[in-house]
């Protein structure tokens, strides 16, 4: 039988009669896009991503229906073409909605595959539990002590009760470890016999050494303090964080050959020159925002008045502090909150916080701020510092009555004073934490490019900075952040490193499409009604007259029995066929933007369930697959692995 011959994409290629577009591009690697034809079928579907142009013809058709025909010119990809199948895959996804990714996850900085580790937890294997951890997060225990939890306030047991524990279940699991005879060290790939050198063992240098140590590279860690940890260890309080156990997280970045030098400061003790004569092969910036922010106004430079940061330090060097009976903290953040508290075991009889925003807007953990209010510290919102002045041998802060005026450019209303209405404090020791920055001279040694607000200018995907070899993560690039923002960079960078190591190109990755129901609590009712509601498993905390006398850790964690019952909450919402799902591939290459589909199709949820296959109706968009599979087999009988293996949306599992 004579062969066809044609044009496609301006190659001529030659098929049998009878063919159609898609088979003869596909013969010849040319990928046209499809989501409802499946080969094994005769009958095709309509969904219409498999458009092609027939040139000179002025005509579109579909490739996996159309016949070739002799001097065909058909073209597959063209801005008309990408634009048809964009306008298919957005009325596709207007019937189809679900979480792609679980909001937890999507929800996390570091990207931790929270239900995995969950449902690990849940059957009785912490050991897997804390592997699935520490590919995303080396320091478990430690962010499981002090995250904020991002990855709760979105969790969907909103719409049910209340958000499954996810950080006291990492700590669990992390704790577990460490008291096991042979605690979780990672597997490390050979030794490349390169080097790398990283300014700063906070959060993100710490990261960065963990995955660059598991990819063989050497990792020197130079900090200015005597002990890793940065900012983890010298400005979070014993009482949130036991120095024992963020030991036992860094634990086994030493085990696998990470060497840490204490006591040397990058730009006076050490440059990135030295760095490079003693022969590393690359720089990472990681160096914390030690600069406390100034007040601005009269009298912040007296004997008395102690920014949060340098007080903090000081408890953690063990420096014997006595600020007095009365103490005036200034700021809403971690920092003011975690000075205020440490003030209270220090034997401070008066802690007041002065902030000049609501309680709403205070940027410190909830959590925390409650537990301020359990130790006795009162909270002054609405209120800001002009001046302070010293008589009597006391301080005394002028203060000014704020009220809510416009909205600035964070969204959030400007606080304005109101006339005739301010006020005076009495203290004995003034604590400022009104914010942090990294001090410039980091980035002046190496001579790179800063941004507007005074960080280290990078690459987001890839931590590079404007000089050859030299990486940043951390505070220094993001600003004061959470520690959990932190880790993330380090790992990125580590990652983008390793492959500069290798001589490989950077990945520009692109965030893909990621379907969702919607923020926290607005998922469908038939969601919320699968869920049987449980209460959320309690921790045991010190009591309020016992935490103020010492330094112990206030909450203990949860019992084994608790963790097993609290892991079986998560309700594993995500999409289990996210990775292997044509619609989201589809609506990635295509750049759709996931915003515009919150929610979207949330009445027709339901699930349907056999003994073999459970069918979510929210997810289907009706392609015919699976109909036209049972419809041509013999007797109609379809072994349900097929049916779910051909399903392109999930919606079959």
């Not at 013969?27 to 989501?35: C, F, V």
């Not at 937890?104 to 931790?112: H, K, M, S, T, Y």
């Not at 949330?602 to 036209?628: F, L, M, P, Q, W």
Request: some cysteine; overall charge neutral; aromatic content about 4%.
């Amino acid at each position: 039988m004579k062969s066809v011959t044609l044009t496609i994409d301006n190659r001529t290629v030659t098929a049998a009669p009878g063919t159609t577009i898609l088979e003869a591009a596909r013969q010849y690697g040319i990928t046209i896009p499809t989501l409802c034809f499946q080969e094994k079928l005769e009958s095709h579907g309509s969904c219409w991503m498999c458009i092609v142009e027939l040139k000179g013809r002025n005509r579109f058709v579909p490739a996996c229906s159309t016949s070739i025909t002799g001097s065909m010119e058909i073209e597959t990809d063209n801005a008309q073409l990408r634009e048809m199948r964009r306008k298919t895959l957005e009325r596709l996804l207007e019937q189809h909605s679900g979480d792609c990714e679980p909001p937890c996850r999507d929800a996390c900085p570091a990207g931790c595959s929270v239900p995995a580790y969950l449902g690990a937890i849940g059957k009785g294997n912490d050991r897997k539990a804390v592997t699935i951890i520490h590919e995303t997060i080396p320091l478990p225990a430690t962010l499981g002590r002090i995250c904020p939890a991002p990855c709760e306030d979105v969790c969907r047991r909103h719409g049910v009760d209340d958000a499954v524990s996810i950080c006291a279940l990492k700590r669990f699991a992390a704790d577990r470890d460490h008291e096991s005879p042979t605690p979780f060290v990672p597997a490390q790939e050979p030794a490349s016999g390169t080097k790398v050198a990283i300014i700063g063992a906070g959060p993100a240098g710490l990261s960065a050494a963990y995955y660059l140590l598991r990819k063989g590279h050497g990792v020197t860690i130079f900090d200015s303090r005597e002990r890793p940890g940065g900012m983890l260890y010298y400005g979070i309080p014993r009482f949130r964080l036991p120095a024992e156990d963020l030991d036992a997280d860094i634990a086994p970045i030493m085990v696998m050959g990470g060497d840490f030098v204490p006591g040397t400061s990058f730009g006076t003790d050490i440059t990135a020159d030295d760095l490079r004569r003693k022969g590393f092969d690359a720089i990472f910036l990681a160096a914390g925002a030690w600069q406390a922010s100034r007040l601005g106004i009269e009298g912040e430079d007296l004997p008395g008045v102690l920014t949060g940061i340098g007080f903090l330090r000081k408890i953690a060097e063990n420096t014997t502090l006595n600020p007095g009976r009365r103490i005036v903290v200034i700021g809403g953040g971690n920092t003011a909150v975690d000075a205020a508290r440490t003030a209270r075991r220090l034997g401070a009889e008066q802690v007041t916080l002065l902030y000049r925003r609501t309680r709403d807007d205070m940027p410190a953990n909830a959590q925390e701020i409650l537990e301020a209010e359990a130790e006795g510290i009162t909270l002054e919102l609405m209120a800001a510092p002009a001046r302070i002045t010293e008589a009597d041998g006391a301080l005394h802060i002028r203060v000014r009555r704020m009220t809510a005026g416009e909205p600035d450019e964070s969204g959030r209303r400007r606080p304005v004073p109101v006339e005739g209405a301010d006020f005076t404090l009495t203290a004995d020791t003034v604590i400022t934490a009104i914010g942090q920055q990294v001090d410039p001279a980091i980035a002046q040694t190496c001579n790179l490019r800063m941004t507007d607000r005074g960080t280290i200018e990078t690459d987001q995907s890839t931590c590079r900075t404007s000089a050859e070899g030299v990486f940043a993560g951390g505070d220094c690039v993001s600003g004061a952040d959470i520690a959990v923002t932190a880790v993330a960079q380090g790992r990125r960078a580590a990652l983008a490193i390793d492959r500069h190591l290798k001589g490989e190109p950077d990945i520009k990755r692109r965030r893909p499409f990621n379907s969702t129901y919607g923020p926290a609590g607005t998922a469908p009712k038939a969601l919320a009604e699968r869920a049987k509601p449980l209460q959320r498993a309690p921790m045991h905390e010190l009591a309020g007259k016992e935490r103020l006398t010492t330094f112990r850790e206030v909450a203990s964690g949860l019992t084994e029995e608790q963790a097993r019952a609290e892991a079986t909450r998560c309700l594993r919402c995500g999409c289990s066929t996210k990775n292997d799902c044509t619609l989201r591939s589809l609506a990635s290459q295509h750049g759709i933007d996931s915003t515009a589909y919150l929610n979207a199709g949330s009445d027709n949820a339901y699930i349907v369930r056999t003994e073999h296959v459970r069918y979510e109706r929210e997810k289907c968009v009706d392609c015919g697959i699976c109909i036209r599979t049972i419809e041509e087999a013999p007797d109609r009988q379809v072994d349900p692995s097929i049916l779910i293996d051909n399903c392109p949306t999930g919606a079959l599992s």
